[in-house]
């Protein structure tokens, strides 16, 4: 009688038919408000709800039993970071997922950071048993609390290297963040493992740009969050192309930007549709690349309009705290790992704005640009809506070359794209510094980047250099060799120099190079940047003979004189 009673005020009100959207929400009371005091579960699709769980019955598990519940993997990525296991990390009570089952719902995915169930249910009496159960959790509310989880020099001669002809094409979405010169040194993402959160992975298993990852045992696994059990590998090319860019190997073809890591590849996305249950097919995604030790999360998705327009998102909703997965992303970092996430292509429509979980506090979040170094006009902008910097950097997005489904090496356009650039390079640049934590690498690659002291909300912090970012991470560790106040990288240099200072400074910096008859052969003034850590000499260096030369640096009081050689 409660649905009949229900049903007819929808159809009429004041003798008018309501507007969809309000009969919408009045069967939405029923199934979803099973008494007026209380809220138990949260459509995320038709049919399918949220339930939270009142308690995790932590006699269960143990956060200093964390082998029960953790891979070694995982487990040993929080020690070299010092980050302790928290009840957040333990699992959700099996029994309370068997009841649920026992009640008649299937249980679609699971959540332990947020202690939650996603499930199907087709009929109303199941939903009623459920909210009956004493575990379950009523009166639901938003949770928006802060996660303070953000991320609060090598001989550049060439070994191993790969020729700019091996790379073909894709040579340059490498080479404009100076990741060949990683890839020279032999960083090119051994032993480094990345969750690729997408779409599908359409004949990973069979095109010959993967055969080196599955002949080097690179390919870890998968699984599918949207239909469990399913073969990644028969659903959407979107995730195989981002693949391609991070670990895909064609000689003269395309050459990945790590393409020595190892890969977990998840399907979170279902193409067909777009309701916020996706939001938490990306969640329990996230939280199995935890558990499976995965370094580091690329994702090329973003949510802010849903088929059902009562899950929409606001652009108020991007601060980094309200939407349900960008607070998961938050918790990812807060894992240890790094989480790389494409800004969006909504730059030139009307949201124009980034999308969750591109908004999340410790996410690195990517735009795009062209070759030239321009912002592509799809590429979405910053800020968060409070009013952090976003996108944090940009990579190359627009004409970027991927594998397509037909084994041919294709361009494309997209942030989608853009993101696994940085992703790969990431991998190259943690092997590198493998005592750095992922708060470090996330800093490093930020101030790295060429637009670092003057950020804006289209290029962010701009282009990162991970040559650069290498020798940032080392000085930090003190790993330079050096303690002098002002230094001079690398040694020998080809066609770019870079400065550090051991202590920031905020004076005008003169540069000048000298041969050794005194002759000089190069000389420059830079203005006061406040607390400058780092300087990158912008100029061409082809023109200068092989040799020895001396360097002069001056700042204020800070001075510094060394011997390079120029090969």
């Given at each position: 009688?409660?649905?009949?009673?229900?049903?007819?005020?929808?159809?009429?009100?004041?003798?008018?038919?309501?507007?969809?959207?309000?009969?919408?929400?009045?069967?939405?009371?029923?199934?979803?408000?099973?008494?007026?005091?209380?809220?138990?579960?949260?459509?995320?699709?038709?049919?399918?709800?949220?339930?939270?769980?009142?308690?995790?019955?932590?006699?269960?598990?143990?956060?200093?039993?964390?082998?029960?519940?953790?891979?070694?993997?995982?487990?040993?990525?929080?020690?070299?970071?010092?980050?302790?296991?928290?009840?957040?990390?333990?699992?959700?009570?099996?029994?309370?997922?068997?009841?649920?089952?026992?009640?008649?719902?299937?249980?679609?995915?699971?959540?332990?950071?947020?202690?939650?169930?996603?499930?199907?249910?087709?009929?109303?009496?199941?939903?009623?048993?459920?909210?009956?159960?004493?575990?379950?959790?009523?009166?639901?509310?938003?949770?928006?609390?802060?996660?303070?989880?953000?991320?609060?020099?090598?001989?550049?001669m060439s070994i191993n290297s790969f020729s700019e002809m091996e790379y073909g094409p894709s040579w340059w979405q490498t080479a404009i963040h100076n990741?060949?010169?990683?890839?020279?040194?032999?960083?090119?993402?051994?032993?480094?493992?990345?969750?690729?959160?997408?779409?599908?992975?359409?004949?990973?298993?069979?095109?010959?740009?993967?055969?080196?990852?599955y002949e080097n045992g690179k390919i870890l696994g998968t699984r599918d969050f949207v239909k469990p059990g399913n073969n990644v590998y028969r659903e959407?090319?979107?995730?195989?192309?981002?693949?391609?860019?991070?670990?895909?190997?064609?000689?003269?073809?395309?050459?990945?930007?790590?393409?020595?890591?190892?890969?977990?590849?998840?399907?979170?996305?279902?193409?067909?549709?777009?309701?916020?249950?996706?939001?938490?097919?990306?969640?329990?995604?996230?939280?199995?690349?935890?558990?499976?030790?995965?370094?580091?999360?690329?994702?090329?998705?973003?949510?802010?309009?849903?088929?059902?327009?009562?899950?929409?998102?606001?652009?108020?909703?991007?601060?980094?705290?309200?939407?349900?997965?960008?607070?998961?992303?938050?918790?990812?970092?807060?894992?240890?790992?790094?989480?790389?996430?494409?800004?969006?292509?909504?730059?030139?429509?009307?949201?124009?704005?980034?999308?969750?979980?591109?908004?999340?506090?410790?996410?690195?979040?990517?735009?795009?640009?062209?070759?030239?170094?321009?912002?592509?006009?799809?590429?979405?902008?910053?800020?968060?809506?409070?009013?952090?910097?976003?996108?944090?950097?940009?990579?190359?997005?627009?004409?970027?070359?991927?594998?397509?489904?037909?084994?041919?090496?294709?361009?494309?356009?997209?942030?989608?794209?853009?993101?696994?650039?940085?992703?790969?390079?990431?991998?190259?640049?943690?092997?590198?510094?493998?005592?750095?934590?992922?708060?470090?690498?996330?800093?490093?690659?930020?101030?790295?980047?060429?637009?670092?002291?003057?950020?804006?909300?289209?290029?962010?912090?701009?282009?990162?250099?991970?040559?650069?970012?290498?020798?940032?991470?080392?000085?930090?560790?003190?790993?330079?060799?050096?303690?002098?106040?002002?230094?001079?990288?690398?040694?020998?240099?080809?066609?770019?120099?870079?400065?550090?200072?051991?202590?920031?400074?905020?004076?005008?910096?003169?540069?000048?190079?000298?041969?050794?008859?005194?002759?000089?052969?190069?000389?420059?003034?830079?203005?006061?940047?406040?607390?400058?850590?780092?300087?990158?000499?912008?100029?061409?260096?082809?023109?200068?003979?092989?040799?020895?030369?001396?360097?002069?640096?001056?700042?204020?009081?800070?001075?510094?004189?060394?011997?390079?050689?120029?090969?």
């Amino acid at each position: 009688m409660k649905l009949i009673f229900f049903l007819h005020h929808a159809d009429y009100c004041n003798g008018r038919l309501l507007p969809l959207r309000i009969w919408y929400l009045l069967v939405i009371g029923i199934f979803c408000y099973p008494d007026s005091s209380a809220q138990t579960f949260e459509m995320t699709a038709p049919t399918k709800y949220r339930v939270v769980f009142v308690d995790k019955d932590y006699s269960n598990f143990e956060t200093d039993e964390p082998e029960r519940f953790l891979s070694p993997a995982s487990i040993e990525r929080r020690r070299k970071q010092n980050i302790p296991v928290t009840e957040n990390d333990l699992p959700v009570h099996p029994d309370y997922i068997h009841q649920l089952r026992v009640a008649g719902a299937k249980v679609l995915t699971v959540s332990k950071w947020f202690n939650s169930a996603t499930i199907q249910v087709n009929d109303s009496s199941v939903l009623r048993r459920i909210s009956g159960l004493p575990f379950i959790q009523k009166n639901l509310v938003a949770l928006h609390e802060p996660l303070n989880a953000k991320p609060g020099l090598p001989n550049m001669m060439s070994i191993n290297s790969f020729s700019e002809m091996e790379y073909g094409p894709s040579w340059w979405q490498t080479a404009i963040h100076n990741g060949n010169l990683l890839h020279n040194n032999g960083f090119t993402g051994n032993g480094i493992t990345i969750a690729v959160l997408d779409a599908g992975f359409s004949d990973v298993d069979t095109l010959s740009v993967f055969n080196r990852l599955y002949e080097n045992g690179k390919i870890l696994g998968t699984r599918d969050f949207v239909k469990p059990g399913n073969n990644v590998y028969r659903e959407a090319t979107h995730g195989m192309s981002v693949l391609s860019i991070i670990g895909g190997y064609q000689a003269e073809g395309l050459i990945g930007t790590a393409p020595d890591a190892s890969f977990w590849l998840l399907r979170t996305e279902d193409g067909g549709s777009e309701y916020i249950i996706e939001e938490d097919n990306w969640i329990a995604a996230a939280e199995f690349a935890d558990s499976a030790g995965a370094d580091i999360i690329n994702t090329s998705l973003g949510y802010s309009v849903f088929n059902d327009t009562l899950q929409n998102h606001s652009y108020a909703d991007m601060d980094g705290n309200t939407t349900r997965v960008s607070r998961a992303a938050d918790l990812a970092a807060s894992k240890g790992m790094m989480v790389i996430v494409s800004a969006g292509n909504q730059g030139n429509m009307e949201w124009k704005y980034i999308t969750a979980p591109a908004d999340g506090d410790s996410v690195l979040t990517v735009g795009a640009i062209d070759r030239s170094r321009i912002i592509s006009s799809f590429s979405s902008r910053g800020p968060s809506s409070d009013d952090e910097v976003k996108p944090n950097v940009v990579a190359l997005g627009q004409g970027i070359y991927v594998a397509g489904i037909d084994g041919s090496i294709r361009q494309g356009n997209g942030t989608s794209f853009s993101a696994p650039v940085i992703s790969g390079l990431t991998a190259c640049l943690w092997q590198a510094n493998p005592g750095a934590s992922a708060g470090e690498v996330f800093s490093a690659i930020c101030e790295s980047a060429d637009r670092f002291y003057l950020p804006d909300h289209e290029y962010g912090y701009g282009v990162p250099d991970f040559n650069l970012a290498n020798v940032l991470l080392k000085a930090a560790k003190h790993e330079l060799g050096s303690e002098a106040p002002v230094i001079a990288f690398p040694n020998p240099f080809y066609n770019q120099l870079y400065v550090f200072f051991k202590n920031p400074v905020s004076t005008p910096v003169d540069i000048r190079l000298y041969d050794l008859a005194g002759k000089e052969v190069f000389q420059k003034t830079y203005p006061e940047v406040p607390d400058r850590k780092y300087l990158v000499i912008d100029s061409d260096f082809d023109s200068i003979q092989k040799g020895v030369y001396i360097i002069r640096i001056r700042s204020g009081a800070v001075s510094g004189n060394s011997k390079l050689i120029k090969y």
